[in-house]
């Protein structure tokens, strides 16, 4: 059974003497959980990524409990001796596959973020959006227990965009815990488990009396089931809102990235539930153009 990721009085100063990026931090990942992280630029958001990873490690406390993690850096390096997916092919290997299976699932991913055509381009050749969708998917590929993303969207276009919110779904609803972070305060609005903000070297739990509605796109999913029938766990996980006007209709109201989660979940359920209607809500910003 996977543990919680555990982070015990950790600190992280620059060099042997220097000043503390982050100290006395306590922290705990459970698996499945969405974690964000925010605070101003310099306060040691990425410092905290690296020391999740395994990239750093603490200059005091102690860190337990880390699964198989993957990690996607602010800055990728490009200057690989490597096509796309000749390097995906080799990290595929040292992750266990065979030569043929992480070639198929290089190509599989890199299909799902618009890059196929670009797959035996070398490395060095790839524009910064074209090399952030490889760093994405050597993450992803590693089918990790731990999903670190520091700024991952960033250069990224809007389908694959959207696409790496699905797979961020994906990889929760399956038990995979992501902490990320990223400028645009509306990403995965309405997701995340718990948000964190670095400030003055520590970590703040950001707690709400009255959260605020998300600010991102949502969708509303209308389902039929049994009277008095239950909604399966993984298709509740990430509701909204949800009502019951009328016995065995249920209205529920997800992020838009985690339609696809929630949808599956209802499909493959025992016994299935049946899909009335889809149906993307209006955002802010859409009324506002009306």
């Known amino acids: 059974m996977q543990r919680d990721l555990r982070l015990d009085n950790v600190g992280r100063r620059y060099g042997l003497r220097g000043p503390w990026v982050l100290r006395g931090v306590h922290l705990t990942v459970p698996p499945g959980n969405l974690i964000r992280v925010e605070g101003?630029?310099?306060?040691?958001?990425?410092?905290?990524?690296?020391?999740?990873?395994?990239?750093?490690?603490?200059?005091?406390?102690?860190?337990?409990?880390?699964?198989?993690?993957?990690?996607v850096p602010e800055r990728f390096p490009t200057a690989l001796p490597f096509t796309a997916v000749g390097y995906l092919t080799h990290l595929g290997k040292v992750h266990g596959f065979s030569r043929a299976a992480a070639t198929r699932?290089?190509?599989?991913?890199l299909d799902r973020f618009g890059a196929a055509s670009y797959a035996r381009t070398p490395m060095a050749q790839l524009s910064k959006g074209s090399s952030q969708k490889v760093a994405v998917v050597q993450a992803l590929l590693a089918e990790p227990?731990?999903?670190?993303?520091?700024?991952?969207?960033t250069g990224l276009d809007a389908a694959a965009r959207e696409e790496l919110e699905r797979a961020v779904a994906e990889r929760t609803a399956g038990g995979t815990a992501v902490v990320f972070v990223d400028h645009d305060p509306g990403r995965l609005a309405g997701a995340p488990d718990a948000t964190y903000t670095v400030?003055?070297?520590?970590?703040?739990?950001?707690?709400?009396?009255?959260?605020?509605?998300?600010?991102?796109p949502h969708v509303t999913v209308v389902v039929q089931g049994p009277r008095g029938?239950?909604?399966?766990?993984?298709?509740?996980r990430t509701v909204i809102s949800a009502e019951e006007p009328t016995p065995g209709t249920h209205h529920s109201t997800v992020p838009a990235s985690h339609s696809d989660v929630l949808l599956r979940a209802l499909l493959t359920?025992?016994?299935?539930?049946h899909v009335v209607s889809v149906r993307q809500e209006p955002t802010p910003e859409t009324e506002s153009r009306r």
């Open 229 to 236: 029938g239950q909604l399966p766990a993984d298709a509740t």
């Open 199 to 216: 400030r003055d070297a520590g970590l703040d739990l950001r707690t709400e009396d009255a959260p605020s509605a998300p600010t991102g």
């Open 269 to 273: 359920a025992r016994p299935p539930w």
């Open 105 to 109: 699932a290089a190509l599989e991913w």
């Open 145 to 153: 227990q731990l999903l670190v993303l520091d700024e991952a969207w």
């Open 40 to 71: 101003p630029n310099g306060t040691g958001k990425s410092t905290l990524l690296r020391l999740l990873a395994g990239i750093d490690a603490p200059t005091e406390g102690r860190i337990t409990g880390r699964p198989r993690t993957a990690y």
